[in-house]
């Protein structure tokens, strides 16, 4: 099991370092765009849709990385105070209690809001605007579940790995 969840997590770094390129190409295509306009005058509406796709493949996809790197805000005040296994107990029960259904009912509604996308063939509202906007609500379901994933692994890592002293990771990472 442990290795199973080991493997999530790799998968889902992968993700999050595809994610981190694509900041990189989304940077270029900005300053692309910024110098077609002002100083060609020249705007394409192709490339400002693309920005956006970028731009919203690299937030959603980038959430489940996130997760796996322990990034995500958690009032802190309490929980810097717990001790490790409180933590642990703390996690578990919020991953289990919250994280798991609210990623499962996304994920669920969410495939519901991408086929009806798709089945009207949902485009870019802007004249000469990039298609196929399903694509990107298509993330969206696939975001959540690839947290469904990792939460479920954490969970497991958080029940199967015990902490040798208070030092060592919550996770066993």
């Not at 290795?3 to 270029?28: M, N, Q």
């Not at 969206?140 to 939460?151: A, D, F, M, W």
């Amino acid at each position: 099991m442990k290795s199973l969840a080991k493997r999530i997590e790799s998968f889902i770094t992968a993700i999050g370092r595809l994610c981190a390129w694509s900041i990189a190409a989304l940077l270029v295509a900005i300053v692309a765009q910024v110098l077609l306009r002002y100083a060609f005058g020249k705007s394409f509406t192709l490339l400002e849709d693309s920005l956006w796709y970028l731009f919203s493949m690299t937030l959603i996809l980038g959430l489940s990385y996130t997760m796996t790197s322990d990034g995500h805000v958690r009032v802190d005040f309490l929980y810097q105070n717990y001790s490790p296994k409180t933590k642990r107990i703390v996690d578990l029960i919020g991953i289990l209690l919250f994280l798991v259904p609210l990623y499962a009912f996304l994920a669920w509604h969410g495939w519901e809001y991408t086929a009806k996308s798709f089945a009207i063939g949902e485009r870019s509202p802007n004249p000469g605007g990039m298609p196929w906007l399903w694509l990107i609500k298509g993330l969206l379901p696939l975001s959540c579940l690839l947290l469904l994933l990792e939460s479920l692994a954490r969970a497991c890592l958080i029940l199967i790995d015990r902490p040798s002293s208070p030092s060592d990771s919550v996770y066993g990472s």
